[in-house]
Each structure stands twice: as C-alpha cells, then as structure tokens.
C-alpha cells in the first residue's frame, strides 16, 4: 500500500492528476469542466463505482460547478474541488454517525456479515475502541458453526483484556445439550447485566453466501436480545456485490449501519462509495488495518477529503493524542527546540508512528502531501525498513545513541556487525535521523507543509 485507503490508491491518483490540471489553470470554460467531469466519470468507474450513483454524482457536480459564479471567481479550480469534495462528502453519507446506546443497558450491538468478511476481528476492535472511550463491553461469541470461531474471539478477547461470554459459559439449566446461538446470545446479554457492562457485541455466524439458515438464525437472535445497533461488517474488496448483499440483509434483518472492512486493501473498493447512497443506511466505523486499533469512526467529510488526496488532519491529530498524550507532546518540543533530541528519541517517535499505523498511511494524511508521497521511492516509506532501524540503533551504546556525531568508521562498522547490517544501513539511518531533526525543526518553527515539502525534495 503505497497512501491513504489501500483500495482507494489508484482512484486518489487518479482524481489529484485531475483537480491538479484545473487548480493550474487561471480561466476555465464549460469545456474544461466537461473535460474533468469525464475523466472523473471514468476513475470512478475503473474504481467500481456503481454507475447510476457516478451518474448522479456528476450531475449533481455539473449543476453546480458550471456557471458564471464559479468560473468568474479568482480561484475557479479550487471552487470546482470544493464543490466535488462537498458533492462526495454529501454521497458517502453527509454527517457522523456515533453508535445509538440503549436506554437501560447494556446496549446491545449485534453484528452480521458473510463468512470472510472480517466479522470475528471487527467485533474483537469494536470493543477495543469502546474501551478506549470508557465504555467497557462484553464479547458474546455465538458463531457455533465455523470450527474455531469462538477459539478465534477468545484469543482476541485475551490479546485486548476484554471480557468474553461463550457455550462453555452456559449452566446446565439455561439450555439443551447442543445450545443453539440465540442461547448464547440471549445468556451472553443477561450476564454483560449482571456485569454492570453498557455494551454487548454479538459475533454472530456467517455462510459464504447468502441463504435461508442463516437469516432464520440471525432473525431468532435478534428477536431474543432486541439490539440497540445491527451493523453489517461489509468486506470493502467485495465490489458491487458489496451493495446487494447490504440490501438483502437489510431487507431480511432491518440494519441500523454498515461497518467496511479492508480498506487497507488492494481491491477496487468502489462499492464503499455507492453503498450508503444506495442502501440509505449510514457507515458507522472503517476497517483500515489488521490491528486490533485500526478500526476508525466513520467521518464522511474526512473521508472525502483523503479519497480527493487532500488529507485528514483531523484523523491523524486524534491518532497522534492516543499515541503521545500531552506530557510526551510537551517533552518532545522540549527537546527538539534545545537540540537535545537523541536517537533514543529517535526510536521512540519511530515505535510510536507504528503504533499509529502504515507508514504511507500516516503521511497520506497531511494535507498536500499524496502528491510528495507519490514522488518517493517505494524503499522510503516502507514499513519493513523500521525493523532494521530498531535494531541498528538498539546495537549502539547509551553515550553513542545520546551523542551520534561520535559514531565514527569503527564504531560503525561495530554498530552494522551488531545488528545484522551494513555499514552502508547505518549511514544511511544517521542521514535519516538528521533528517528528522531538520523535519521536527520545520514542524515548530510555524513553516508547516511548505518546510515539509521542502525538505524531501
């Protein structure tokens, strides 16, 4: 993944070489807007964009983006990419959309979707995100047909410290020999109550395909634990089955929202643009990693945004706050302002970035920076190379990683023999921590994206 959403890549390319064209022009005529509308008509559509909804979309573009308000202005392209920018905000949804808690927990959320589709592990990040928030949850695992699905959750479950009710849980007087899930289900919300938890999350079963057995199930479940929230894990590399198979769970089950999974991909991920505007239910969280923590809250106007290439500031300040915090954010300022920032330090931003998530993904999200990132050699902002970073600079000695400038020939080569690497690696590792300094210097001195892009080039 070389940016921003991994299915998205190619379409970002795509649309940036678009608006760029228009953005470098002073005068734009009804053709030169007809000319990017097409050339947008058929990224969209490469991208797996329903067709009816890209139809809809540049109408809607058109009506607005051609007449003399816009093309007489003094920046008439960046008018044109405001008006797109609003346009696919309003497409994908238009406004946030939070979980709805129930008024006497715990607030039940249940969670449906086809085998494969990332339901078991969205259900394990949900309630990772809602205890980041304060909210405690309590995991039921109900998926009593895929072999190794409730060994699946529990492992996760004990790799986030989160709670987990299952089968084996059940008494011998609150069910059959063979519990059926909406057993489970029903015991798995009556002991989140005895818990004092506000939130259940329901890992339901899923087949490969839509069928009767399963929607019978899933509608028994429901019955039984009356959810306050009924999401739809929909695998974003589906394509436009994606969409169908949103509109037949709807119909049988009565959805509240969507969940996309794999955003991260290297599909087309079209569909996750047709899907709200198609089904009128609302995305409530993206998928974008494998991590337990790389399930984000859906923000249609920040998504829009960083499909356009324009970045998410906002995104990657709250990705920042949970890694930092306040007291590391000030310290770190310190240091770089005294020109004491060391590679100890060095590695600690490192580690911290990858906690935030891909690299590429990171510096996709500054604003005006696809563009820079897209120039850069693959081997640049490959997260693979962090690997042989940590271990150059864990080969150095406290008093060389506190004072570079003395690692001289010797010390070195010392350093590339303890680390597995070459003196060449460890060259190029001290011009990059150079670097850095020089980057962390044009983030505090007020110069912002203009120092950054400086600074690669």
Do not use: C
Not at 243 to 257: D, K, M, W
Request: no cysteine; proline share 4%.
């Amino acid at each position: 993944m070389r940016y921003n959403y991994g299915v998205f890549d190619s379409l970002t390319d795509k649309l940036t070489l678009v608006f760029s064209k228009l953005s470098n022009r002073g005068r734009l005529s009804n053709a030169d807007i007809e000319e990017a509308l097409r050339e947008v008509r058929l990224a969209l559509l490469e991208a797996d964009v329903n067709f009816l909804v890209v139809k809809e979309l540049l109408n809607r573009i058109r009506e607005r983006a051609i007449g003399s308000q816009i093309l007489e202005s003094l920046s008439p392209g960046q008018q044109v990419i405001k008006v797109v920018h609003e346009e696919l905000t309003t497409l994908v949804g238009g406004n946030h959309h939070g979980l709805e808690a129930s008024n006497s927990p715990p607030s039940v959320l249940l969670l449906v979707g086809l085998q494969g589709s990332g339901k078991t592990t969205t259900a394990a990040k949900l309630a990772l995100a809602l205890k980041n928030q304060g909210e405690k949850a309590l995991l039921v695992a109900t998926d009593l047909r895929r072999p190794a699905a409730v060994e699946q959750l529990t492992v996760l479950s004990q790799e986030i410290e989160i709670p987990i009710y299952s089968q084996k849980d059940l008494s011998p007087q609150n069910t059959t020999n063979s519990p059926s899930a909406m057993e489970v289900a029903r015991a798995g919300v009556a002991h989140a109550s005895k818990l004092k938890l506000p939130w259940a999350i329901i890992d339901t079963g899923g087949r490969l395909q839509i069928d009767d057995d399963l929607m019978s199930e899933l509608e028994d479940i429901k019955r039984s634990i009356s959810p306050s929230e009924s999401l739809l894990v929909v695998d974003s590399m589906t394509g436009q089955d994606a969409v169908n198979i949103a509109q037949e769970f709807h119909n049988r089950i009565g959805l509240t929202g969507l969940i996309l999974s794999k955003l991260d991909g290297d599909s087309r991920g079209g569909a996750a643009l047709s899907i709200t505007h198609v089904t009128g239910l609302p995305v409530k969280y993206i998928g974008v990693g494998e991590n337990p923590s790389a399930l984000e809250p859906f923000h249609p106007e920040r998504f829009a945004s960083r499909v356009l290439g324009m970045g998410d500031v906002l995104t990657l300040i709250e990705r920042a706050e949970k890694q930092i915090g306040e007291e590391g954010s000030k310290d770190l300022e310190r240091k770089i302002r005294h020109n004491t920032f060391g590679l100890d330090d060095f590695l600690n931003q490192i580690q911290q970035l990858k906690r935030m998530g891909p690299l590429t993904q990171i510096l996709g999200m500054v604003p005006g920076f696809s563009s820079v990132l897209r120039k850069l050699p693959e081997e640049t902002t490959d997260d693979n190379r962090i690997k042989k970073v940590e271990a150059i600079i864990q080969s150095m000695t406290a008093k060389e990683r506190r004072n570079p400038e003395i690692l001289k020939g010797s010390r070195r080569r010392r350093v590339a023999l303890g680390s597995g690497t070459t003196p060449q690696d460890v060259n190029q590792l001290l011009k990059q921590f150079e670097q850095m300094r020089k980057l962390l210097k044009t983030m505090t001195s007020g110069r912002g994206i203009k120092g950054l892009k400086g600074l690669f080039q």
